[in-house]
């Protein structure tokens, strides 16, 4: 798990717009004391409620305003949620089960990169998965005490990332009732008109402060446009289709994913058969359909949203797992049995999908190598392991566990200081502050998705512009400004007789992805910073 959350934590600068963005609105909640509503850029920032970044400036104050201090939270909040769902699992299903899903969570690669990224995702899905899964305890173990701090959960959820905790509450409670008649009992018996009455008095208060506050403009920028317009509106053009988050669970439950269909299609089989499946198996399905279904039909999607299905899914898997160890020639298992067959052949397929890319795309040192031979050696151990064990899988899937952690560590190691070395935005930002006098004006010109970094690193207030004629009114006025720009805007500056001078440049890369590693990458990317 350290390898995974912690290592190294905070020695990569911020990735991509969103993890400064979030830090920057943090430091700003410190820097004017204004603990209840959000700014960025000295502008009121409408993006998500103000319980995350109340948290995070909590860690900030304890590790600075840096990024450590901005991604100790969803670190530690990974860390919870993932030994929430093993406590979950010991509880609902077995101590052995309750384990194995802690472990596949702790390898799951949406666990890896959104702990190490300074969001909400992991704090979110801690509040809400755990206030849902002691719900369920509640409900399916007879223990109604625990649906309160259940409910409580829930509304910190809210409080993080809004409204949307409840509506994914509420589909996987209508799937499960509509589907089992056994759950339909069980989760109506518990006190929801009660508990949604104490998660709406806890959570809405900020949401009347904020209304109080900034009235039609919070009305406009929360409600409509990231919430209701995100959703139902093509906001963004380009956005993935209907199998989007079907390929993206399919890739990060590796090497698990056969298990998981195969898990799928015994439930089915069953069903079909006029077997009833017992209220836990529904319960995860539950949870699982409602989250996939949610984010599938939802018309703007990014990869990170449906990691809020992992945690059922870890779970189903694990309880599969130790369902086959009892039981492996059960026609019961049949679609379970494959999927674990396939575990050592996906390994293998990972480890081989590594090695082309070392060889032939990307441009790392050859100790890297070392990754891709580790994950086909575990892949084609754990083959002849469940063959020597005729199908039965071993208690725990340590080999799979050890690749998986070797390839994160090889990330870690590797990949992310070799992507280190071509950021250079914080470095440019950095030297505009230690050079910008106080009453210099500081502007950003179609820096895109550089911006919400440079604004972090600069520490202070950048006028961000992306039309060439309000820049142009920017260096009309007389007052002193350092401004960072592309070398293209630039030159196209200087050819219409702006009288510029370059006072500081740097090469690096302009992508924020792996595609600065291959090797044959995009050309570095001059950003040069301007002056009179």
């Not at 390898?107 to 992991?122: E, H, K, M, V, W």
């Not at 446009?225 to 199998?243: K, M, V």
């Not at 039965?392 to 090889?410: D, E, F, K, S, V």
Request: hydrophobic share 55%; proline share 6%; aromatic share 14%.
């Amino acid at each position: 798990m350290f390898v995974v959350v912690f290592w190294r934590l905070g020695v990569p600068s911020f990735w991509d717009p969103d993890e400064a963005h979030y830090a920057e609105t943090t430091s700003e909640l410190i820097a004017t004391g204004d603990w209840w509503a959000p700014y960025y850029n000295e502008q009121p920032f409408f993006d998500k409620p103000i319980f995350f970044h109340q948290l995070q400036a909590v860690a900030m104050l304890v590790f600075g305003e840096n990024e450590l201090g901005a991604r100790f939270v969803p670190a530690l909040a990974a860390v919870v949620l993932v030994l929430f769902t093993g406590w979950l699992g010991a509880k609902l299903i077995s101590v052995d089960a309750g384990f194995i899903a802690a472990l596949l969570l702790a390898a799951n690669p949406g666990t890896f990169g959104l702990s190490r990224y300074a969001i909400l995702d992991t704090l979110f899905m801690a509040f809400l998965f755990a206030g849902v899964g002691l719900a369920a305890v509640a409900a399916l173990k007879d223990r109604p005490a625990l649906q309160w701090p259940g409910y409580i959960l829930i509304a910190c959820a809210v409080m993080v990332k809004g409204p949307l905790a409840l509506v994914l509450s509420g589909l996987a409670l209508v799937l499960a009732i509509a589907i089992s008649a056994e759950l339909r009992r069980r989760l109506l018996g518990l006190q929801w008109i009660g508990g949604l009455a104490l998660a709406v008095a806890i959570s809405s208060p900020w949401f009347i402060y904020m209304y109080l506050r900034f009235e039609d403009a919070f009305v406009a920028g929360y409600l409509l446009d990231e919430n209701i317009r995100l959703f139902a509106a093509d906001r963004f053009t380009g956005q993935p289709g209907y199998s989007f988050y079907f390929r993206i669970l399919a890739t990060g439950m590796l090497p698990w994913t056969g298990i998981v269909i195969g898990r799928f299609i015994d439930d089915v089989r069953s069903a079909a058969k006029g077997h009833q499946l017992d209220g836990i198996e529904v319960l995860l399905w539950a949870w699982t359909i409602g989250v996939v279904g949610f984010f599938t039909l939802s018309r703007f999607k990014l990869d990170h949203y449906v990691f809020a299905a992992a945690p059922s899914l870890c779970l189903l898997c694990a309880r599969a797992w130790v369902d086959l160890g009892a039981h492996p020639d059960s026609p019961a298992n049949r679609g379970t049995r494959i999927g674990a067959w396939l575990v050592g052949p996906f390994l293998v397929l990972l480890g081989a999908a590594a090695g082309y890319f070392l060889l032939s795309q990307l441009n790392l040192p050859p100790a890297t190598y070392v990754i891709p031979v580790a994950v086909t050696g575990a892949g084609l151990l754990t083959l002849a392991q469940t063959a020597a064990r005729h199908g039965r899988p071993a208690p725990i899937p340590w080999l799979a566990i050890a690749a998986l952690t070797a390839i994160y560590g090889g990330l870690v190691v590797f990949v992310m200081p070799a992507l280190e070395r071509q950021k250079v935005i914080p470095d440019v930002a950095r030297w505009v502050a230690g050079r910008a006098t106080p009453g210099a004006r500081v502007a950003s010109y179609q820096l895109s998705r550089w911006n919400t970094a440079f604004r972090f690193y600069v520490d202070r207030h950048v006028t961000m512009l992306d039309d060439p004629a309000e820049m142009a009114a920017f260096f009309n006025d007389p007052e002193p400004f350092y401004v960072v720009m592309l070398q293209p805007g630039y030159e196209e500056f200087l050819s219409r007789g702006v009288p510029l001078k370059e006072v500081y440049a740097r090469e690096g890369m302009w992508v924020t992805s792996g595609r600065a590693l291959w090797r044959r990458a995009p050309p570095p990317t001059r950003f040069v910073v301007v002056s009179r």
